[in-house]
């Protein structure tokens, strides 16, 4: 049963979405209203970098799977170190929604300067030596921490790799802070009290799942070996994300962004998007490059998606469901790769 702080949010939590009609739960489907239900109880209200995936209902189950598994469960004493690794890679993605709620989290559960330092990416002055090496791994993917085991790597990486793929969705579908909108003075107070409230909420002690058996792990998911429900979340959410991709976007435009992610010379537009794009997607017929240019940006550029490149997918002919679809495979795609390149640096 949700909590009166979760029915409150609720509104406001779904206010936060843009160029996606959101779902409220007294709308919802039921299998969407399940995952509502859940997440309000375990991760203390409806969290809007969850919700905004109700119009893929297969996709908001794998979301918050890989979310749940990464992030909440486990011990409450691990929580600090995961909420670092999240606000450095939000940080890393320029993804301010993301690096103010979970830096506003590390801070309920760390209170000092160093929260505020992760979450401004000065990762560098960090006075705690393990919350630096983390998130100077989750940054930068080398050096590797000197004292992490394989299971404390396996945790490192998965969140790690879950806010890769959430801060893409993130800077496309919601708005810049969980304050937007609200007038000066009480966004400087809820900013005041949300080391508090994120702190308390991330004390809450969220059992791990079961598997029912072990998961075979592809290549690039084999640093999750050493914790069987963050191997069998990412197996899950993974194959669920891919086939979503598969079902809306055309096999060229995959291909493309695959290699893309897989050459070591790309590195993105730099200032220079529109050409950069616009080479990039010189050989698609002219019908896909709208999707191609928007799973691109996805995958290397959220936060320069613009309402055009939304609309021109929607003349294309893709609705709510298929946007999320279609940016979920390229948010993921990204994401698995920067996962290999913590894998690199967790073992090297």
Same mark, same amino acid.
Request: charged share 20%.
């Given at each position: 049963?949700?909590?009166?702080?979760?029915?409150?949010?609720?509104?406001?939590?779904?206010?936060?979405?843009?160029?996606?009609?959101?779902?409220?739960?007294?709308?919802?489907?039921?299998?969407?209203?399940?995952?509502?239900?859940?997440?309000?109880?375990?991760?203390?209200?409806?969290?809007?970098?969850?919700?905004?995936?109700?119009?893929?209902?297969?996709?908001?189950?794998?979301?918050?799977?890989?979310?749940?598994?990464?992030?909440?469960?486990g011990r409450p004493g691990d929580r600090a170190e995961k909420e670092a690794v999240a606000a450095a890679v939000s940080a890393a993605n320029s993804c301010p929604y993301c690096t103010e709620v979970h830096g506003a989290?590390?801070?309920?559960?760390?209170?000092?300067?160093?929260?505020?330092?992760?979450?401004?990416?000065?990762?560098?002055?960090?006075?705690?030596?393990?919350?630096?090496?983390?998130?100077?791994?989750?940054?930068?993917?080398?050096?590797?921490?000197?004292?992490?085991?394989?299971?404390?790597?396996?945790?490192?990486?998965?969140?790690?790799?879950?806010?890769?793929?959430?801060?893409?969705?993130?800077?496309?579908?919601?708005?810049?802070?969980?304050?937007?909108?609200?007038?000066?003075?009480?966004?400087?107070?809820?900013?005041?009290?949300?080391?508090?409230?994120?702190?308390?909420?991330?004390?809450?002690?969220?059992?791990?799942?079961?598997?029912?058996?072990?998961?075979?792990?592809?290549?690039?998911?084999?640093?999750?070996?050493?914790?069987?429900?963050?191997?069998?979340?990412?197996?899950? +959410?993974? #194959?669920? @994300?891919? *086939?979503?991709? =598969? $079902?809306? %976007?055309?096999?060229?435009?995959?291909?493309?962004?695959? !290699?893309?992610?897989?050459?070591?010379?790309?590195?993105?537009?730099?200032?220079?998007?529109?050409?950069?794009?616009?080479?990039?997607?010189?050989?698609?017929?002219?019908?896909?490059?709208?999707?191609?240019?928007?799973?691109?940006?996805?995958?290397?550029?959220?936060?320069?998606? +613009?309402? #055009?490149? @939304?609309? *021109?997918?929607? =003349? $294309?002919? %893709?609705?709510?469901?298929?946007?999320?679809?279609?940016? !979920?495979?390229a948010s993921m795609a990204a994401a698995r790769r920067a996962g290999r390149v913590l894998s690199a640096g967790g073992t090297g």
């Amino acid at each position: 049963m949700a909590t009166l702080l979760a029915r409150g949010a609720r509104r406001l939590s779904l206010r936060h979405i843009r160029r996606l009609t959101a779902v409220p739960p007294s709308a919802a489907p039921p299998r969407v209203r399940a995952v509502y239900d859940q997440v309000e109880t375990e991760f203390g209200m409806l969290a809007p970098p969850v919700a905004l995936h109700a119009a893929a209902p297969e996709v908001l189950d794998a979301v918050w799977l890989m979310l749940r598994e990464t992030l909440l469960a486990g011990r409450p004493g691990d929580r600090a170190e995961k909420e670092a690794v999240a606000a450095a890679v939000s940080a890393a993605n320029s993804c301010p929604y993301c690096t103010e709620v979970h830096g506003a989290a590390l801070a309920g559960l760390r209170p000092g300067a160093d929260a505020r330092l992760i979450a401004g990416g000065r990762v560098e002055e960090v006075r705690d030596p393990r919350l630096r090496s983390l998130a100077r791994w989750a940054r930068d993917g080398r050096p590797p921490p000197p004292d992490v085991g394989p299971s404390g790597r396996a945790a490192a990486i998965g969140v790690a790799v879950t806010f890769h793929y959430l801060n893409r969705m993130v800077n496309i579908f919601l708005e810049d802070s969980p304050l937007a909108g609200a007038p000066a003075v009480p966004r400087a107070v809820g900013r005041r009290a949300a080391p508090r409230l994120f702190g308390r909420l991330a004390r809450t002690r969220v059992v791990p799942g079961r598997p029912a058996t072990t998961p075979h792990l592809p290549g690039d998911l084999t640093w999750a070996a050493p914790i069987a429900s963050i191997g069998d979340a990412m197996v899950r +959410a993974c #194959a669920a @994300i891919e *086939a979503a991709g =598969a $079902a809306v %976007l055309p096999g060229a435009v995959r291909d493309l962004v695959e !290699a893309r992610l897989d050459d070591p010379r790309e590195c993105g537009p730099g200032l220079g998007l529109r050409p950069w794009a616009d080479a990039a997607l010189r050989d698609l017929p002219e019908e896909q490059r709208a999707v191609g240019r928007l799973a691109l940006l996805a995958a290397y550029a959220s936060s320069r998606v +613009a309402d #055009a490149d @939304i609309a *021109a997918v929607r =003349a $294309a002919g %893709l609705g709510d469901g298929a946007l999320v679809r279609l940016t !979920a495979w390229a948010s993921m795609a990204a994401a698995r790769r920067a996962g290999r390149v913590l894998s690199a640096g967790g073992t090297g």
